[in-house]
């Protein structure tokens, strides 16, 4: 069944005549529409449905959204909606809960008469979390990207080079392979400062015996990748070393253990024992991952909340780490595809610790 017919089908379970699609990854994966300007009125049961958007985007929506109406509005987007719902005897209207401004939903109310309007999550968030065949194609792809930018670093990888440096290596390379930008601001946390999981990179110089956490990724075709290695400058020390396999140990319980039919929480679980069981439980702050897709962050979220029930198709972050203040930190981060027997690796960089 198309998007579309899912879309379809459940606005009819919930009794509404049509939603309005206001995010722009919505609005693209619904239609195809790449624009940033534009909303859709998705309506149930077989009738047309419609892409609004204004002079700017009419060629690039007449050629990207096949099989939707197009309505340009001119000068309000309010009356172009009252008019259109009011043609086609649309009254019950879902809304984006999480992406209507409140200064819109009170425009909405006003200059919108005759039509209700119906708060709530757009089930786009639920479709998106099983990826079909060619978004698979296109997450591996920029995995792929990532995963050669992590060779190119290591080979020239050396003290001296600040974090900066770094991560525009990163950057510049993944961009060079056709992706089109970076998927969030890439980190590249060493020394004490790996001990921030989010340490965004300084122009601090790496040195013999930091460790350095690379956290980067790019997008293709609008799909995420995103990959953490842990590297550190010369030989470890024992407790590097210990701490370092301990992480690992906790990624590859989840590698073999992750299928479908357990809960997220259960996922994040099974590292979080590995962890805790070593006492660095108080160290492992955050969620084991999240899903991805059009967005870095989507669902379904590997957390100790998270109740949702792991499917195929499903692509999730496993990404523990440990952070101690004043020493540093480590985190390995993979990509993976919940499979109907378990799961696959997506990412394929090695997990070297010392250059
Ligand atoms: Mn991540």
């Known amino acids: 069944m198309s998007r579309l017919a899912k879309m379809k089908n459940w606005l009819q379970d919930k009794e509404l005549d049509?939603?309005?699609?206001?995010k722009p990854v919505h609005c693209y994966y619904l239609s195809g529409f790449t624009g940033t300007s534009a909303c859709l009125v998705i309506t149930s049961s077989g009738g047309k449905d419609f892409l609004i958007t204004d002079f700017r985007y009419q060629e690039q929506a007449e050629s990207e959204a096949k099989g939707f109406e197009l309505v340009l509005w001119k000068s309000s987007l309010f009356q172009t909606l009252a008019e259109l719902f009011q043609f086609y005897d649309l009254k019950k209207v879902g809304i984006d809960e999480d992406e209507i401004t409140l200064s819109t939903y009170e425009g909405l109310k006003k200059e919108v008469p005759g039509v209700t309007f119906f708060p709530q999550k757009d089930y786009c968030i639920e479709l998106r979390k099983i990826k079909d065949e060619g978004e698979l194609k296109l997450l591996k792809k920029a995995v792929e990207i990532s995963d050669k930018a992590f060779l190119h670093l290591l080979d020239l990888i050396r003290p001296g080079l600040t974090e900066s440096e770094i991560a525009l290596e990163l950057e510049f390379f993944m961009r060079r392979l056709g992706g089109s930008k970076n998927a969030f601001e890439t980190i590249v946390a060493s020394g004490y400062r790996a001990a921030l999981p989010h340490g965004v990179a300084t122009t601090r110089a790496i040195q013999t015996?930091?460790?350095?956490?690379?956290?980067?990724?790019?997008?293709?075709?609008?799909?995420?990748?995103?990959i953490t290695r842990t590297l550190i400058l010369g030989e470890p020390d024992k407790l590097q070393k210990e701490r370092y396999n301990l992480v690992l140990k906790a990624h590859e319980e989840v590698a073999q253990k992750m299928q479908p039919g357990m809960r997220a929480r259960e996922a994040d679980a099974l590292a979080r024992r590995v962890i805790e069981a070593a006492g660095y439980g108080e160290n492992f702050g955050h969620s084991l991952g999240h899903g991805v897709g059009l967005e870095i962050h989507e669902g379904p979220s590997l957390s100790p909340r998270d109740e949702t029930i792991l499917e195929p198709g499903m692509i999730v972050t496993v990404e523990p780490g440990i952070y101690i203040s004043g020493w540093g930190g480590i985190r390995l981060e993979d990509m993976y595809v919940i499979t109907p027997g378990g799961c696959e690796r997506l990412t394929k960089s090695p997990k070297v610790f010392n250059v």
Do not use: N, P, W
């Open 18 to 22: 049509a939603f309005l699609i206001t």
């Open 209 to 226: 015996g930091d460790l350095v956490i690379l956290d980067f990724g790019t997008v293709y075709q609008g799909y995420h990748s995103d």
